[in-house]
């Protein structure tokens, strides 16, 4: 099993950027994936984007693309989610979630950070 911690959230002004961190401690050889998800208030909780472990490659949703980029650094077991160009609608909870099993199967998530995004 894995633990994950996200931070990084707080107040940001629009147009602004934040950089949300996701520290991954416990059987990290297992992690195969990180996927990035939000939920906003009233709303569906929805994947921004992933990440597999192994070697970096990242997927990020259409509609997310060239505003918001994910990394990691797997020597530190920890993924980022960089935020540009940051838009009211943007606020939510944000979670970091693992998936070990390669099928897209996420079965340990963080508590979340809240990202708001004020006009």
């Known amino acids: 099993q894995v633990q994950l911690v996200e931070s990084g959230g707080g107040v940001v002004q629009a147009g602004g950027s934040l950089r949300l961190t996701c520290a991954v401690s416990?059987?990290?050889?297992?992690?195969?994936?990180m996927g990035w998800f939000r939920q906003a208030p009233g709303k569906e909780r929805e994947i921004v984007g992933r990440i597999r472990w192994s070697d970096g490659s990242a997927n990020i949703v259409d509609s997310k693309k060239g505003r918001f980029t994910i990394s990691r650094d797997n020597t530190k077991n920890t993924g980022f989610l960089q935020m540009n160009s940051l838009k009211p609608e943007d606020t939510a909870v944000y979670y970091c979630?693992?998936?070990?099993?390669?099928?897209?199967?996420?079965?340990?998530w963080g508590q979340g950070t809240q990202v708001t995004v004020s006009s």
């Open positions: 416990g059987r990290t050889s297992t992690l195969y994936a």
């Open positions: 979630a693992a998936d070990r099993n390669s099928k897209g199967l996420y079965d340990s």
